[in-house]
């Protein structure tokens, strides 16, 4: 199993990015998939995750309303849509899957799969 992160970028205060998470080796529209990131010298934080039965979004206070996660079973890709960046989305971020959704989606312990991550710097 492979999860791939892509999309990120230099992009000033304000601006929007795509991140894709594309995957091999498993179909990614049977699994919760979530997004994580890490700043320098901060913890790890989960960002978004979506389930694999319903559909759900989850997202972390600190993006809600900015940030939009989505799935594109076809391609058997998740996207995680960022509008309106500011300097603290400022990370490395990752893609991260489990078999079953989990109520505690924010942890990065609840996850089986990661992916190399893809940075993302917001900066004028």
């Known amino acids: 199993v492979q999860l791939q992160a892509s999309g990120g970028g230099l992009v000033q205060p304000g601006g929007s990015l795509r991140l894709s998470c594309d995957a091999s080796?498993?179909?990614?529209?049977?699994?919760?998939i979530g997004w994580f990131r890490q700043a320098p010298g901060k913890e790890r934080e989960g960002v978004s995750s979506?389930?694999?039965?319903?559909?759900?979004?989850y997202y972390a206070d600190s993006v809600k309303g900015r940030f939009t996660i989505s799935r594109d079973n076809a391609k058997n890709t998740v996207y995680l849509q960022m509008n309106d960046l500011q300097p603290e989305d400022t990370a490395v971020y990752y893609c991260?899957?489990?078999?079953?959704?989990?109520?505690?989606?924010?942890?990065?312990?609840?996850?089986?799969?990661w992916g190399q991550g893809t940075l993302v710097t917001v900066s004028s």
């Open positions: 080796g498993i179909t990614l529209d049977y699994y919760a």
């Open positions: 991260v899957a489990r078999a079953v959704f989990h109520l505690n989606w924010y942890r990065d312990d609840v996850y089986d799969y």
């Open positions: 979506i389930s694999s039965s319903s559909g759900k979004t």
